[in-house]
């Protein structure tokens, strides 16, 4: 860690970074949401489907839907299938089933976190939709976290610098006080910009994804999240 920064913070990202969705299981979520969604009505073929909850994820992240609830009802609309209860309900059930099994954590996640828990006030700020907060708390990792800051519950994204600033003041810690980490270049050039060291770890398949400078360089750069300790 650099001589001048005295750090008492650690914020970390969540997809890619901690944890990662296993392709093939996704992809038998996305087949029963279809196959289920099939047997109401829907005409759309499975590319249709994909691409429809993959549009609405990204708009839940952003705040502009309230709970899974909202979200499978306004799927349902737009595939032009009945929005009943007992549908959605089913659709609750398949990702509860399919979809929370498929989000495996990275090799050493929590002997990292278990560690850094005793430094420092540990946050985690993601980028994602709504029901996140049930997974992260189904793959074990609500109890490192003094503070957990989700997109779509503050309505922000990142590299929105609303996000970092809300985080920042839920833990009382001054930005030249913390680090970010994260797979995504974009992340920690929000990060930087409210004054934050950053620290890359080079594990996901997202890195340059909205990035607005590919040139950008992080304090510290590894490959994997297990490494992170090495820096801190």
Known sequence: MRNELILKGIMIDFGDTLAYTDQEASD??????????????CSCDPDDVKSTV?????????????????????????????????LMDDLNEVRNRCYLPAVRLY???????????????LALVSNCG?????????????????????SYEVGVRKPDRRIYIETLR??????????FVADEISDLEGARNVG???????????????????????????DRISQITEFL
């Open 196 to 222: 934050m060291a950053t620290l890359l770890v080079r594990q996901g398949g997202n890195t340059l994804v909205e990035a607005e400078n590919i040139g950008f360089r992080p304090d510290f750069e590894c």
């Open 28 to 41: 038998k979520y996305l087949q029963e949401v279809f196959s289920l969604i099939g047997k109401h009505g």
């Open 170 to 179: 839920r833990t009382g810690l001054e930005a030249d006080q913390c680090i």
């Open 54 to 86: 993959s549009a609405l994820y990204r708009s839940s992240s952003k705040g502009e839907m309230k709970d899974l609830h909202e979200f499978w009802s306004i799927l349902l609309k737009n595939l032009g299938v009945s929005q009943e209860k007992k």
């Open 130 to 150: 709504v029901g996140t907060r049930d997974l992260i708390k189904y793959v074990g990792l609500t109890k490192f976290f003094e503070h957990i800051v989700l």
């Open 107 to 121: 090799d050493g996640v929590f002997s990292v976190l278990s560690l850094l828990k005793k430094k420092y006030t």
